[in-house]
């Protein structure tokens, strides 16, 4: 049962001001986000949803130069361009804010100067990179240079993405500036640290310990990772002359972090919003406070900011992270730099009318527990074979008998007597639609509150399937020539099915809630808002001889001629590099084997529960799989290609009978199966769609 609270504070993910939003964006974040906050408020619930664009740090800087910006002139534009896709989109924020705003300036720096009071940061100074061309201290991410372990000449000041291994910028071989393209040279800097490693035994207790059965298996296993490994310091200040000041007298030319200033940026909004009573949506311990975020920023949102939270004192911590992995677009990751992306605001100038059709799609692939794939093929089959012809035929089918028999007016609601067979069945059919619906009802909310939102967008669905069948199974067609009360009675419930449908849309498909309730002409629908999400069955909606208004689609069939030209739209405007363009080389056949060799293998799917990096390796990861029977530990050499953060809550295949075996000191209890490309990148074979760990490869 849902516990409880006296309120809700919902965050979603600060967007960074230095390009437009894509669909990734909004199935990772802001869609699921939106998505609760309306069934909340359906309820009844007391809720702050709160957003706004992340507008400091280096790449902000940069990017201003290379549009010949003012970093406020770059933020401005993209402030602008996010708000309005998400105002065009319907993204139900109470407030869209900006880290720029005077009142985020003094809570950040409050913030900061609160935990500074207290003795906890650290005071350093240590060697940094210093571009000497464009006058600024680099992050790791603008130092490239040759990769110490693989050889990789554009590895970054953290990573390596060829090879996967993790750096400093100073183990790089040639660094170069990403901005000047110079060697950088080192400068003393003196910087003030949050002592993360403090924190470590109070989030194992909080987090671990806390939250390993209520929060998303792949946010857990990340979590669990990353403290596992042991916490250090963090550096929480830069040298830059764009951010919020570090507000020390000895702090002149340093401004706050942008992964510390940023999330203080759900209070700071909360402030603008609510500057009377802000405090009881941050301080009050009955208060449910839920961050809806992708999975890069995980550690920022579970382990960072609660921490920083913790330091501070006085602040509620999150409740619930519900984080999403990653959309993928056409097959390949979505891209900004490749330009291999659907942005939202040019997809409202093309559609402007199916926004619900982008929401449902995106809810139905949402990637709630492993990468997902956008293809337009698949949009054009959800809405045709799904919006259309599920829900928009059963609508549209019971406004349409009703007129032609009753004129648009609700017919009576009869109790039917089962004197004859047809009445018989009617009675039976309408029993089991009855049943049936209810139980969708609850199955729908209890998805809704779990935040399994294509789950719960399915039972959606499942209520228009029901209602279809109803139809199907009673025929009013052929009763109009003999039973009109039978017709009538039939009817009535069908447009009782329809009011709860209009109810039961509103969290998903919030632009077909408005048509059904039009066509309706009931704006006592909303009146039982409350009571239908609530009471979780089926309510009367609208009452005997009510004047219906005329019917009207809900949604139309996509073409072909609209797919293409969004296909060949993607195609014209993608940068590919060349090597990406040659067609594959395919390895020849291994030598023939019999049947009873295969026989032989068992082949699971499991999914990976934890994993990490062996020391003194730079291939293998150490996994914990639940193998359906038991939970094991296989080594795989695939460190190269995945980075053990990303392994958590993925499915593998795996071959669950190989005789185990000892690496590196550790026994290995199975093998990991892969695909490797001709350029030699290896990748998870996985089945298209979850399945309980344990399943039979056959």
């Known amino acids: 049962m849902m516990k409880k609270f006296k309120r809700y504070t919902v965050t979603a993910a600060l967007p960074y001001a230095n390009g437009p939003l894509h669909i990734g964006h909004i199935a990772g974040a802001y869609l699921p986000a939106d998505t609760y906050v309306r069934f909340l408020r359906l309820r009844g619930e007391d809720v702050a949803f709160v957003c706004g664009s992340d507008e400091h740090g280096v790449a902000i800087t940069i990017g201003a130069k290379k549009e010949g910006l003012t970093p406020r002139e770059f933020v401005d534009k993209y402030h602008n361009l996010m708000k309005k896709a998400f105002t065009d989109f319907g993204i139900s924020f109470d407030i869209y804010s900006r880290t ?36 600024i201290f680099l992050a790791d991410r603008y130092i490239v240079g040759t990769c110490p372990n693989c ?21 790089l071989i040639n660094p170069r500036s990403t901005v000047s393209g110079q060697a950088p040279v080192l400068r003393p800097t003196k910087h003030w640290y949050f002592p993360l490693d403090k924190f470590e035994t109070w989030l194992k207790d909080w987090l671990i310990e806390g939250h390993k059965d209520d929060w998303k298996i792949n946010v857990y296993g990340q979590c669990k990772s990353w403290i596992d490994q042991g916490l250090q310091p963090r550096s929480i200040t830069r040298d830059l002359e764009w951010g919020i000041p570090v507000p020390l007298p000895d702090a002149k030319g340093k ?8 999330p203080i940026g759900y209070i700071s909004a909360t402030k603008e919003l609510k500057p009377n009573d802000w405090e009881k949506y941050w301080k009050d311990p009955e208060t449910r406070l839920i961050h809806f975020i992708g999975k890069d920023n995980i550690v920022f949102h579970c382990i960072i ?30 891209s900004t730099s490749r330009n291999h992306a659907v942005w939202l605001h040019e997809y409202l100038e093309d559609l402007p009318t199916r926004k619900d059709e982008l929401r449902y799609v995106l809810n139905s692939i949402s990637p709630e527990t492993k990468d997902s794939d956008f293809t337009w093929k698949d949009y054009q089959q959800k809405v045709n074979s799904e919006l259309v012809a599920i829900l928009g035929n059963f609508v549209n089918r019971v406004m349409v008998l009703t007129w032609k028999y009753f004129d648009g007016k609700v017919p009576s609601e009869h109790e039917l007597p089962g004197t004859t067979d047809k009445r018989k069945k009617i009675l039976a059919s309408y029993t089991q639609a009855h049943t049936d619906l209810n139980k969708t009802v609850k199955e729908m909310i209890g998805a809704l509150k779990d935040f399994k939102f294509r789950e719960a967008q399915f039972q959606m669905m499942n209520l228009a399937r029901i209602g279809n069948k109803f139809l199907a199974d009673t025929e009013p067609w052929k009763l109009a020539k003999e039973d009109m009360e039978a017709v009538g009675a039939i009817l009535n419930y069908a447009l009782t099915v329809v009011g709860n449908i209009s109810m039961a849309c509103e969290p998903f498909l919030p632009g077909a809630a408005v048509s059904i309730r039009r066509q309706l002409n009931a704006a006592a629908v909303e009146n039982k808002w409350k009571e239908f999400w609530t009471k979780e069955e089926l309510i009367h909606t609208v009452p005997q001889h009510h004047q219906l208004n005329p019917a009207e689609l809900l949604f139309r069939n996509v073409e072909d001629t609209e797919i293409e030209k969004q296909v060949e739209r993607l195609k014209k405007k993608e940068n590919k590099p060349a090597a990406a363009m040659q067609e594959n080389a395919v390895k020849p056949l291994k030598p023939e084997i019999v049947f009873d060799d295969f026989a032989k293998l068992d082949i699971r799917v499991g999914k990976v529960l934890a994993a990490e990096k062996m020391e003194k390796s730079d291939k293998l990861l150490k996994l914990l799989v639940d193998s359906g029977v038991d939970k094991r530990t296989i080594l795989s050499g695939i460190a190269k290609h995945y980075t053990a953060e990303e392994m958590v809550g993925k499915q593998v295949t795996f071959i669950a009978n190989l005789a185990p075996r000892k690496m590196m000191g550790i026994e290995s209890q199975g093998m990991i199966l892969m695909a490797e490309d001709a350029d030699g990148k290896l990748r998870l074979i996985q089945p298209n769609t979850d399945v309980n760990p344990g399943a039979t490869v056959s």
């Open 100 to 135: 720029s705003n005077e009142i985020h300036y003094k809570t950040a720096q409050d913030f900061f100067k609160k935990i500074y009071d207290q003795g906890l940061f650290i005071e350093d100074t240590s060697d940094q990179y210093y571009d000497e061309q464009e006058k």
């Open 151 to 171: 050889g990789h000449p554009n590895a970054y000041g953290d990573q390596c993405e060829k090879c996967g291994t993790s750096l400093s910028p100073k183990q």
């Open 255 to 262: 401004v706050l972090y942008v992964w510390f200033d940023a």
């Open 305 to 334: 900011f609660p921490s920083m939270l913790k330091a501070e004192g006085s602040f509620i911590l999150p409740d619930n992270v519900p984080a999403n992995e990653f959309l993928n677009l056409e097959g390949e990751k979505l």
